[in-house]
């Protein structure tokens, strides 16, 4: 009976365990990301890890990039659009994937040229998003990019990750993973 006893107390620490590990590792859903949240406590995203927040001034909000990967980069852009702007209001989401092409990632001029893969809409905690993607081509070289768009309380957010191309396909997952974290927190 004592043996009996010992052998499901085993048995019963090893499934503690195992449940204990399991929750640790991989069963997490923001494994392998840290969590970003602006000093306002307004936003927030995740990132992945081993990725170091950089100093720009004059562009992006925030902005990360890969330690190993540097040109691996992950921003936010804010942008103000007005207090009763809805994102409907600024376009379907191939409009507005279009006009963030011309405007941004490759206006005339700057010898980039790009094409918007895909633009899908996205209702996510009372918010609308415009999830777009991009392939870039630079003159020394192609690069993917993906982004999200959405508006609250008057300002455009646009979080963007890019890379290059030859990255694209084993960074793809945890880019998606990124730009679908972004979240308003108040």
Not at 42 to 65: D, E, I, M, Q
Not at 80 to 105: F, N, Q
Request: one cysteine or more.
């Amino acid at each position: 009976m004592l043996g009996t006893f010992r052998s499901w107390m085993s048995l019963g620490v090893t499934l503690l365990l195992v449940v204990f590990l399991t929750s640790c590792g991989g069963g997490n859903l923001a494994s392998g990301f840290n969590s970003f949240q602006s000093t306002d406590g307004r936003y927030g995203f995740l990132y992945p890890n081993g990725w170091t927040r950089v100093a720009v001034s004059g562009g992006p909000k925030v902005v990360f990039h890969d330690l190993i990967n540097s040109d691996e980069t992950l921003s936010l852009v804010v942008s103000e659009v007005g207090a009763d702007v809805e994102l409907e209001e600024l376009g379907s989401p191939e409009a507005v994937g279009e006009r963030l092409m011309l405007e941004v990632i490759a206006p005339e001029g700057t010898g980039r040229e790009a094409d918007l893969v895909a633009a899908n809409k996205r209702e996510d905690f009372d918010h609308t998003f415009y999830d777009l993607e991009y392939s870039v081509h630079l003159q020394d070289r192609d690069r993917h990019e993906l982004a999200t768009v959405v508006v609250d309380r008057g300002y455009l957010y646009t979080l963007a990750a890019s890379t290059n191309e030859i990255r694209w396909t084993k960074v793809r997952n945890i880019f998606e993973r990124s730009i679908t974290s972004f979240r308003f927190l108040i």
